[in-house]
């Protein structure tokens, strides 16, 4: 699902997720905030499919870890089962 950007600069959900990928601190931040806004989630709401199909793909937990913690701001349903089978690892 495509976003185009807003008004305010937003890159856009494709791009801000490159940024939360990123091993730098700044990028990742940054992206980060973008996607959070100002409602602290709302740019997440309708991703939460293209964040789990994503989590195959990463198997180190650095990266896992932070496709789970956008993952629970999306707000979803179908975020639950994962999230909960994910946070059963030791």
């Not at 793909?57 to 909960?84: C, F, M, N, Q, W």
């Amino acid at each position: 699902m495509k976003q185009p950007s807003n008004d305010d600069g937003y890159p856009g959900f494709e791009r801000c997720l490159e940024m939360v990928l990123s091993r730098d601190a700044m990028t990742f931040e940054d992206g980060f905030h973008w996607l959070m806004g100002d409602d602290w989630g709302p740019r997440l709401h309708g991703h939460a499919g293209e964040l789990i199909a994503l989590l195959p793909a990463h198997s180190d937990a650095y990266t896992r870890g932070k496709l789970l913690e956008l993952l629970g701001y999306t707000a979803s349903r179908e975020a639950i089962p994962v999230l909960v089978e994910e946070l059963a690892h030791p």
